[in-house]
């Protein structure tokens, strides 16, 4: 609903007529006699418009205005005077002033008063708007009188409240003033100034309770920027923080202070609210000091405010970069303050402008690789190949190795990290702890020669002829040479006794070749390594777990904590634990087949799965032994009695076992 000010209509009168000898003079006097006189009574050449009055429900109150007709819109347009009043009980708010056509004009007055309770707490509040208008905008000096009486239990609170703000045109101009005088000392108070155009300048003092003290926080604007901030005792004076923005203090040196040079930076053409400023500024703890600047300015400024929803002031400004430079130090900022997502867009910012510009190539490195994220590291790993290792400090070099090893743990980003340990080897070729990653993460890539041959090639490197013989020896295992795996494995033990994963392979080497013995000597020797704890008992619940399948003692065999390592088992002895665990798959197969029988329940969610899942299980595994041993009894009987598919097919149509906890767990 648009809004104006009242006229009323009289009626029409004739202007008087005038008569004379001199025709020009009289004309001419005549004529604005009569102009006037049409103006005076609205019927000269504009007339006021004819307004009517409303009285009655408005807004959830009541109100009493005079209003004129759109002619086009039809819409109503406020013109002359307005009041208003409302009360929902626990508060009342009223307005009154005067509109020309449709916007507030003239001296308008708020006032509004509330009460409530709590618990023991209860209070009574009264406050006072009061200011003028000129064509809808607040302007001139505007002011805030109130009262608080309130209580908790036997405590009483009283105070009062007044504030001064100055507009111009709707725009927050010169002095600003906000008390908050109670009984108490919980009051709050604000005092600054403002620019011409709304920017907060020069010093600004907030004072606010805090604890047992009171704070006097004292904060220096230059046009809009904030650059410093002191926060000391009200009571004692004593300084609590004194700190300075300088970034700021430096940047806005250079613009007044270029010195023939282009500057990094200019005054973005934005305006941003102080409280906006305080998130971006290296000064911490601005918080509290925004909230009670919010206490001055919403009242009368905010989407809430009675007085103007949208008017401009308490503004700041920032610095923009403008230079490939400026915006990573931009960048930097926003991380220093847990921006990453600014700080991303402004380093490809940089980049965009400078695509060889080598700090925002490292920034971006490091930032991606901060977030130890698949993806993201990918990323990361493409950036640091670009950017020159000379310009590399510790912490770069750090961060980059350790995102090579991420890479390197990761199959199918193993190549990254061994192009990326290889820019350092070009360096640098004797780093050998860079020889020894890259080695590992090519053994893992089945690159096994080519890591044989890097090692072999670094005699800089003491530990690399080592890591050789072990990389050689874990080959040899693999490819079933236990012999040749123990020769290797026990050179590599007896010069890296610290090596856990040695007394593994050479303990199952031994197993392989029926040593076992041997095996358990391992395992009683690993007892000196550091790092190599509870080898001893597992390697001897293994023998004698194996003791139990050659005796036949299925019953006391736990099969399924043993599936990993028998996968290695293709000995006598492998067999007979595969049958084993062959013959408990085949036990839990016959239970699940009888409580199918003895199932009732819907065809729909007849458990048949369980059962089939259970066959197939225990004819896996005697399948793996017949291929093993052909001549197996044991095992080619029970495949005969479960009706096994194909147990007897080529050894090449039979797999490995796997493991599957899928079965056991049920």
Avoid at 89 to 103: I, M, P
Avoid at 446 to 468: F, G, N, T, Y
């Amino acid at each position: 609903m648009t809004a104006s000010t009242p006229s009323s209509s009289t009626g029409h009168s004739h202007a008087p007529t005038c008569r004379g000898v001199h025709l020009n003079w009289y004309v001419v006097r005549c004529t604005s006699l009569a102009l006037l006189w049409g103006i005076l009574t609205g019927t000269g050449l504009a007339q006021s418009p004819k307004t009517k009055t409303y009285k009655g429900p408005f807004d959830g109150g009541t109100a009493q205005y005079t209003y004129y007709e759109n002619p086009t819109t039809m819409e109503r347009v406020f013109h002359g005077k307005f009041s208003s009043e409302s009360d929902d009980g626990n508060s009342k708010s009223s307005a009154s002033g005067a509109y020309t056509d449709g916007k507030k004009t003239g001296t308008w007055t708020y006032r509004r008063s509330a009460s409530g309770a709590e618990g023991v707490r209860s209070f009574t509040m009264d406050l006072t708007h009061k200011g003028s208008y000129v064509a809808g905008r607040p302007d001139g000096v505007w002011t805030l009188t109130g009262t608080l009486k309130g209580s908790e239990g036997a405590r009483k609170l009283t105070g009062k409240y007044s504030a001064t703000i100055s507009f111009n045109k709707g725009t927050v101009s010169g002095a600003v003033k906000y008390v908050e005088d109670m009984s108490d000392g919980s009051g709050v108070s604000v005092e600054g100034q403002t620019t011409s155009d709304g920017l907060m300048d020069g010093r600004w003092t907030i004072k606010y309770p805090s604890d047992d003290d009171r704070i006097e926080e004292l904060r220096e604007y230059q046009r809009g920027f904030l650059v410093r901030v002191t926060k000391r005792s009200d009571q004692s004076g004593k300084v609590l923080s004194n700190l300075t923005d300088e970034t700021v203090a430096k940047r806005l040196a250079e613009l007044q202070n270029p010195g023939g040079g282009a500057t990094k930076y200019r005054v973005a053409d934005d305006r941003y609210w102080f409280s906006d400023a305080s998130a971006t500024s290296s000064i911490l703890g601005l918080a509290e000091g925004d909230e009670h600047i919010w206490q001055v300015f919403s009242p009368f400024c905010g989407k809430e405010s009675v007085v103007c929803s949208d008017c401009n002031g308490f503004t700041t400004l920032r610095l923009e970069p403008t230079t490939a430079e400026g915006i990573v130090e931009e960048g930097d900022r926003q991380r220093d303050h847990g921006k990453d997502d600014k700080a991303k867009a402004l380093y490809e910012k940089a980049l965009a402008m400078d695509r060889n510009y080598q700090p925002a190539k490292l920034r971006l490195a490091m930032l991606l690789a901060g977030l130890n994220h698949g993806d993201s590291d990918g990323e990361a790993v493409q950036w640091f190949g670009e950017v020159e290792l000379a310009g590399l400090d510790d912490r770069a070099i750090k961060q980059y190795l350790e995102l090579l090893d991420r890479r390197g743990s990761r199959r199918d980003a193993a190549q990254q990290a061994i192009d990326g340990y290889r820019r350092f080897l070009a360096v640098e070729p004797n780093r050998c702890e860079i020889v020894q990653k890259m080695c590992a993460v090519l053994v893992k890539a089945d690159q096994v020669p080519q890591a044989l041959k890097e090692l072999r090639s670094a005699s800089a490197c003491p530990e690399a002829a080592i890591a050789a013989d072990s990389i050689e020896a874990t080959a040899a295992f693999a490819s079933k040479n236990y012999d040749n795996a123990i020769t290797l494995g026990r050179r590599t033990m007896t010069m890296r006794p610290q090596w856990g994963a040695g007394y593994t392979l050479l303990m199952r080497s031994y197993m392989q070749t029926g040593m076992l013995d041997s095996a358990v000597a391992v395992a009683k020797a690993s007892t000196a390594c550091t790092g190599c704890s509870g080898l001893e008992a597992q390697y001897r619940d293994y023998i004698t777990m194996l003791d139990d399948a050659r005796n036949e003692r299925w019953e006391k065999i736990d099969v399924s904590r043993w599936e990993r390592d028998l996968q290695y088992m293709e000995t006598e002895d492998g067999v007979r634990v595969i049958v084993a665990l062959g013959l408990r798959l085949k036990a839990l197969y016959m239970q699940e087949e009888a409580k199918l029988k003895e199932y009732k329940g819907p065809a729909w969610s007849l458990p048949d799965d369980r059962v089939l899942e259970a066959k197939s299980a225990a004819c896996e595994k005697f399948k793996f032994a017949l291929k093993v041993d052909p001549a197996n009894a044991v095992a080619k009987k029970e495949a005969e009695n479960l009706k096994c598919d194909c147990y007897s097919c080529p050894a090449s149509g039979v797999s490995r076992p796997t493991k599957s906890g899928s079965v056991y767990g049920k």
